[in-house]
């Protein structure tokens, strides 16, 4: 059964540093990968998708890399500012026919203070 | 272009009532996708719909959920008799096909007195 598990649980840095957020997965089995950001009260918007045979994306200040030997997949934020203050998931998308749900982690929930 | 809508964005009822949320696909998409999200928890696969069709219901209740897509109109997730542990946002998804990106709306969150 696929778990997804992310750390650290919340995380708060000064505006300015580079970090990086953490999503695990315990079944190597993975059609795709998904970072999603969620502000309070709104829905989730997706910032980057990795597909099973690629290794990293990149989308402006962020890179999300794929290690699905080791079944882990990081997000890394350069440069943060304290619009990027918001909580972060990551979504797996399991390679079975038969299974059409994304199965998701708790998320990050990331301040920057400014 | 507009996204998934969904509509109420806020949801009170008291226990015993009914509760229905509605879901507008983008654009082009056919296929539905309902999520649970329980206060600082990640979300939970309710079920996927496409037009006419639910195709799977593995993580709905199975008693007093039911969700329907038909071929005219918005997607409907109805929750009968409501309790306080339904208390959540409700998350809807669209995508044009299975395993393509999933777009979501900004959810309903529901609120049981």
């Known amino acids: 059964k696929q778990e997804v598990t992310q750390i650290p649980a919340a995380l708060s840095v000064p505006e300015g540093e580079n970090l990086v957020l953490n999503c695990s997965f315990t079944?190597?089995?993975?059609?795709?990968l998904q970072w999603f950001r969620q502000d309070p009260g709104k829905g989730l918007t997706s910032l980057l998708l990795i597909q099973s045979s690629q290794r990293e994306q990149t989308s402006g200040r962020l890179n999300a890399s794929l290690d699905k030997s080791s079944g882990r997949s990081t997000l890394y934020i350069a440069a943060s500012q304290p619009g990027d203050s918001a909580t972060y998931l990551c979504a797996v998308d399991p390679l079975m026919d038969s299974n059409y749900q994304l199965i998701w982690g708790a998320g990050t929930k990331l301040i920057i203070k400014p | 272009n507009a996204g998934v809508m969904q509509n109420p964005r806020h949801l009170v009822r008291r226990r015993g009532q009914e509760a229905r949320l509605r879901c507008s696909p983008m654009?082009?998409?056919?296929?539905v996708y309902w999520y649970r999200q329980l206060p600082e928890e990640g979300l939970k696969f309710m079920v996927y719909?496409?037009?006419?069709?639910?195709?799977?219901e593995s993580g709905m209740p199975k008693e007093r959920f039911s969700a329907e897509f038909p071929k005219e109109g918005p997607s409907i997730l109805r929750i009968q008799q409501v309790v306080r542990g339904d208390s959540a946002a409700y998350f809807c998804?669209?995508?044009?096909?299975?395993?393509?990106?999933?777009?979501f709306g900004d959810g309903t969150r529901l609120s049981i007195l």
């Open positions: 998804a669209s995508s044009r096909q299975h395993n393509q990106p999933q777009h």
């Open positions: 079944d190597s089995a993975i059609y795709n």
């Open positions: 719909l496409q037009k006419e069709n639910i195709i799977d």
């Open positions: 654009k082009g998409h056919s296929h």
